[in-house]
Every structure is written in C-alpha cells, then in structure tokens.
Nanobody, 123 residues
Framework: QVQLTESGGGLVQAGGSLRLSCAAS????????MAWFRQAPGKEREFVSA????????VYADSVKGRFTISRDVAKNTIYLQMNSLKPEDTAIYYC????????????????WGQGTQVTVSS
C-alpha cells in the first residue's frame, strides 16, 4: 500500500503561483506512475498531470499545459506540481494519486489517493 500526503494548497490571486507537494511512503515507487487530479465543486474529478517515477516521462492535460510542471525528487519520495499563471478556473481540490504501471488519465485507473489540498484562485 502507498500512503500519500499532499501539502501546499492555499489562496492566491489570478496570475500567481503555488507549488503542491505529495510525499509518498509504504512502497518502492520504481514501477509506479504518480499523478495529480483535481475536483471542483459540482464537477467530476479531472486529470491534471502524471509522471513515471523511474523514467521521468510526463503528461499534462491541455488545460494546464505550459503553466503547470510536474516533477519528482527520488531522494525525498516526493512529487511536486508547480502551478504558474493560475486562473480562477484552476480552483479545486487537488489530489495526489498513484498506480503501478503506465500513465493513465482516468481516475478509476488509480489505486492510492491522498486526502487532497484546496487551491483557490481569486479573480
């Protein structure tokens, strides 16, 4: 089992930046994919970005491409989501998640989830 703990959310003005962190424990992540999803009130959980732990392959949703950057620190067993040029429509609870195997962009493909961290972007 993989335990995931997110941090770094908060309130920011449009155009600002935030960096989310997700610390993983419980398993060696060699063959895992780590990802970020988000869920706004009244909406379904949507894919944001994913990274293959070992090979550092990355994928982004079109809505965040060029503004968000996913990365990982192998020594700290932590992934990050650097969010720049934030927009009010980025407001959501952001969840860290993981799965064994290839990257996927649907929530049901992921097994382990963190508790989420709130990101609010004011206009």
């Amino acid at each position: 089992q993989v335990q995931l703990t997110e941090s770094g959310g908060g309130l920011v003005q449009a155009g600002g930046s935030l960096r989310l962190s997700c610390a993983a424990s419980g398993r060696t992540l060699t063959f895992y994919t780590m990802a970020w999803f988000r869920q706004a009130p009244g909406k379904e959980r949507e894919f944001v970005s994913a990274i293959r732990w070992t090979w550092d392959n990355r994928v982004y949703a079109d809505s965040v491409k060029g503004r968000f950057t996913i990365s990982r620190d192998v020594a700290k067993n932590t992934i990050y989501l650097q969010m720049n040029s934030l927009k009010p429509e980025d407001t959501a609870i952001y969840y860290c998640t993981s799965r064994l195997g290839d990257m996927a962009t649907i929530a049901s493909a992921y097994v382990y989830w963190g508790q989420g961290t709130q990101v609010t972007v004011s206009s």
